[in-house]
């Protein structure tokens, strides 16, 4: 164990939440949950004003509507949350060479072995710097914890949200640790944490009293160790920075149960083509296929087939595949299907003779026999995921509140304006509307910070707390929240698509003036009002979970 609070773990404050809120003025302030907005869509995020009414991560779709039914329900955009990743984790990698991503908006970092930190004194103020850079450079917060490990450290950015810092001085984990629950430690899941429920352990103090033999007798051998560790604050785990994949794997969640046998032969054949192409675009391969079924009682099951060698052949995936659902009984239905490739590898085994003679990639050759048929295809209905980016060539930049019923409804605003924007109705098929790339939440050059640059090297201001501080305040997550139900009248509840279509990117167009422009003939003024029962027009077929 260190002797120094210098491993740093960050957790943006509701991410993906926070982000759509800088982005879209309008919701500044309000209840915002982003996910799957099918009848199985699961919460992948909800903001703080949020969670006052119970919301929260992993929760069914349905039951948050419930709770917070007027909130903004967004479909997620994964590719703006990814941008915003890397600017943040490029700050941490310029603390240390050492950085561990969790997901897109968690990481460990070791300062000591970047020279950012050597003793608690420099640590807070790393700390406090990064704090500050990630709101100039994407005007997001993140809350930030130090302590002489990862499990410490990671105990402590939970403390400090939202938008603080706490330090845990080494020799003080026992006494953080002793009343906790359980539940607080890595690794315990409802499942572990009922078995010591029912031996009558439920903070970690009793952990430590019950010692090691009986916590192997309760979860076993492997478990049992650990436990007993991580209760006396022992962790050595090193922060790495880099971790090798494992696995690649694609699943979809479906609103109805798929009883047709073929179609869920159709489903495998899909899925394991997405598969494929994740792989490709890794450059990997790999000899274990996987295939994951749960059924309409909730039972899982999966089953694989290892191969000689490793494969990036679709039509090998396919086969693979299509055998391992052979063995599964679907009688009563599917709720959730998926595909996955294991024992990775950067080259493959398959027929390499065959390749080098110019072989048709099977999944370019199907591509070209859909667009080359003779009957031209019927034109595919534009869809518009709610809470995603569009541009209208009269207009300018707005995002989807909603859609249904021949209409599109959108808010005209950008993350710079500071009120709300103008809200207008189209035609789904306007060919003035087009879905857009997301604008940037903080324009560059701002602060000095442009192109990359970080200020790491500044001086802290003086409102920023002092380095004796150890604990800064964290804001109350219910601050504001008062008026959050009052001012939207209507939910946004459209469904939105598992892979939206490819956004174009934004046109020039300038923003128009405080006078409103001519309107067309059929664009309204006002926003539509949508039905409480509204599903939209994007609410069939799968549904991946966030």
């Known amino acids: 164990m260190r002797t120094a609070p210098t491993i740093l773990h960050l957790d943006m404050d509701a991410f993906f939440a926070s982000a759509e809120q800088a982005s879209k003025p309008s919701l500044r302030g309000k209840a915002v949950v982003v996910g799957g907005l099918g009848p199985r869509g699961v919460v992948a995020t909800a903001s703080y004003e949020a969670r006052v009414f119970g919301v929260n991560s992993a929760m069914p779709m349905a039951q948050a509507r419930r709770l917070a039914p007027n909130a903004a329900y967004l479909v997620p955009r994964f590719g703006f949350y990814r941008s915003i990743s890397e600017q943040v984790m490029a700050l941490l990698r310029a603390l240390s060479p050492l950085v561990e991503p969790l997901s897109l908006d968690e990481a460990f970092v070791d300062l000591e072995a970047g020279g950012a930190a050597w003793d608690a004194e420099s640590a807070q103020l790393t700390g406090e710097r990064l704090r500050a850079d990630i709101r100039a450079v994407t005007g997001l917060t993140g809350s930030v914890g130090l302590a002489a490990s990862k499990m410490i450290a990671k105990i402590a950015s939970e403390r400090a949200k939202p938008d603080g810092l706490v330090l845990i001085e080494p020799g003080t984990e026992r006494a953080l640790l002793g009343p906790l629950s359980v539940r607080t430690l890595p690794g315990v899941g409802p499942a572990t944490g009922d078995h010591l429920r029912r031996g009558g352990i439920t903070t970690v103090d009793e952990i430590a009293e019950a010692g090691e033999d009986e916590l192997v007798r309760l979860v076993g051998k492997a478990h049992g160790h650990a436990l007993y560790a991580m209760a006396l604050a022992h962790d050595v785990r090193p922060v790495v920075a880099e971790r090798e994949t494992k696995s690649v794997s ?162 005209f605003e950008t993350p710079e304006d500071s009120g709300p924007g103008r809200v207008r109705t189209f035609r789904t098929d306007d060919p003035e509307l087009e879905l857009a790339e997301p604008l940037p939440l903080v324009a560059r050059g701002v602060g000095g910070l442009a ?96």
């Open 451 to 546: 192109e990359g640059a970080t200020a790491m090297a500044m001086p802290l201001s003086s409102a920023e707390p002092s380095l004796g501080v150890r604990q800064a305040e964290p804001l109350p997550p219910d601050e504001g929240c008062a008026d959050v139900m009052p001012d939207v009248p209507t939910p946004l509840v459209v469904s939105g698509a598992d892979d939206p279509p490819a956004a174009s990117p934004p046109q020039e167009t300038p923003r128009p003036s405080d006078a409103p422009p001519a309107e067309p003939a059929h664009v309204s003024s006002e926003p539509a009002s949508l039905p409480k029962s509204w599903s939209g027009s994007d609410g069939a077929g799968p549904t991946s979970r966030p």
């Open 250 to 411: 694609v699943e979809d969640t479906y609103d109805v149960d798929i009883h047709d046998r073929t179609r869920v032969g159709l489903e495998v054949q899909r899925l394991a083509d997405r598969c494929v192409r994740r792989l490709r675009a890794a450059g990997l391969s790999g000899r274990t296929i996987v295939l994951k079924v749960r059924r309409y009682d909730f039972s899982t099951l999966t089953r694989s087939e290892t191969l000689r060698g490793p494969t990036d052949d679709p039509g090998v995936v396919r086969e693979a595949a299509a055998r391992l659902l052979d063995s599964v009984d679907t009688t009563g239905g599917v709720r959730l299907l998926g595909v996955g490739v294991s024992g990775l590898a950067d080259y493959t085994q398959e027929d390499l003779f065959a390749q080098a003679a110019g072989e048709p990639d099977l999944l370019e050759e199907e591509h070209t026999e859909e667009e080359g048929g003779e009957e031209p295809a019927a034109p595919v209905e534009r869809r518009w995921p709610a809470g995603h980016d569009v541009r209208h060539a009269g207009f300018g930049h707005g995002w989807v509140q909603g859609s249904g019923l021949g209409r599109v409804t959108v808010r």
